[in-house]
């Protein structure tokens, strides 16, 4: 399973950005983002968990955020509206073999595969 992550940016309070996560190889699963912000532990965003589109959100996105994939189901999306200085970070997209109770797998740790990060910067 390989990912690659795209659509980051520098965008200004309130603006909205949608960041894109190419799936090749098998599809896990379960598909997901994190983010990461130097000297902190890579912070769950979302989860999607393919069979049946169930979705999972940290509570600091949740309402603003939103994430999905095509119906090919090869490429999963953040839709990222509302954006605050606080969402700054290198935004990393995940996958996982089978599908899981989402709110069991926000750890990282949890996670089989990974992107490379895409930079989100939001300026005040």
């Known amino acids: 399973v390989q990912l690659q992550a795209s659509g980051g940016g520098l965008v200004q309070t309130g603006d909205s950005l949608r960041l894109s996560c190419t799936v090749s190889?098998?599809?896990?699963?379960?598909l997901g983002w994190f983010r990461q912000v130097p000297g902190k532990e890579r912070e769950f965003v979302a989860a999607?968990?393919?069979?049946?589109?169930?979705?999972y959100y940290s509570d600091s996105v949740k309402g603003r955020f939103t994430i999905s994939t095509d119906n090919a189901k090869t490429t999963a999306y953040l839709q990222m509206n509302s954006l605050k200085p606080e969402d700054t970070a290198v935004y990393y997209c995940a996958a996982k073999d089978g599908g899981h109770i989402l709110s069991t797998v926000t750890s990282a740790r949890h996670w089989d595969y990974w992107g490379q990060g895409t930079q989100v910067t939001v300026s005040s």
């Open positions: 190889g098998r599809t896990p699963g379960t």
């Open positions: 999607f968990r393919r069979g049946d589109k169930r979705t």
